[in-house]
């Protein structure tokens, strides 16, 4: 696998502050508009705990971002090509989800991130996740499951999901061994 761009969450943590800063909001208001707890918050902002990707997903509405508006650069210009080497990449430290940003530019309404989800791995997104955006699932290897609105869907190589609902979603790896997935976002 590809080393990891900022394991650190360092630029994570610039990029939540300068967006709150950017609002003129407290981190009182944060916490308010992500129900993330303020101690949460300021502990994120100075690299001292690693967001979940549940928790990133809340953080991002409350900006009113998709995830990978988050941990993009919103200086990219529009369909600039996006090398492999400067795709960033985050790591959740709870499950070791993998995601890779694989295009986002301004003015695109789609995204795309390719996931590497390990073995026996689950990751729950909450509703607000898909406010926003719609996604398509593609299953490039491995298997996968989706529970979307309490509904289970099997998915193997090659398979395709739309989320088109708001609710809370899990994806899991069932299986003994890695599964890697794209993820194709479109704002509603």
């Known amino acids: 696998m590809d080393t990891l761009v900022d394991t650190s969450g360092q630029a994570i943590a610039r990029r939540i502050q300068l967006e709150r800063k950017a609002r003129k909001w407290s981190m009182s ?33 409350a900006f009113d971002m998709t995830l990978a508006g988050l941990l ?3 200086e990219q210009e529009e369909g600039a090509v996006q090398r492999a080497a400067d ?17 986002r530019a301004p003015n695109i309404p789609v995204e795309m991130a390719k996931i590497y989800l390990p073995a026996g ?38 398979d395709s999901y739309g989320l088109s609902k708001t609710a809370e979603v899990t994806f899991h790896n069932p299986t003994n061994e890695p599964c890697t997935y794209i993820v194709a976002l479109a704002r509603n």
Do not use: C
Not at 42 to 59: F, N, Y
């Open 29 to 61: 208001d944060l916490a308010a508009r992500s129900d993330i707890s303020k101690a949460a918050i300021s502990k994120i902002e100075r690299g001292e705990m690693s967001p979940t990707a549940s928790v990133l997903v809340r953080l991002a509405h």
């Open 72 to 74: 993009m650069r919103a």
């Open 87 to 103: 795709q960033p990449m985050w790591q959740d430290p709870e499950t070791s989800y993998v995601r890779r940003q694989i295009f």
């Open 121 to 158: 791995a689950s990751v729950t997104l909450p509703a607000t996740a898909f406010e926003i955006m719609r996604e398509v699932i593609y299953v490039l290897d491995g298997r996968l499951s989706i529970t979307d609105a309490g509904i289970n869907h099997h998915l193997e190589t090659g």
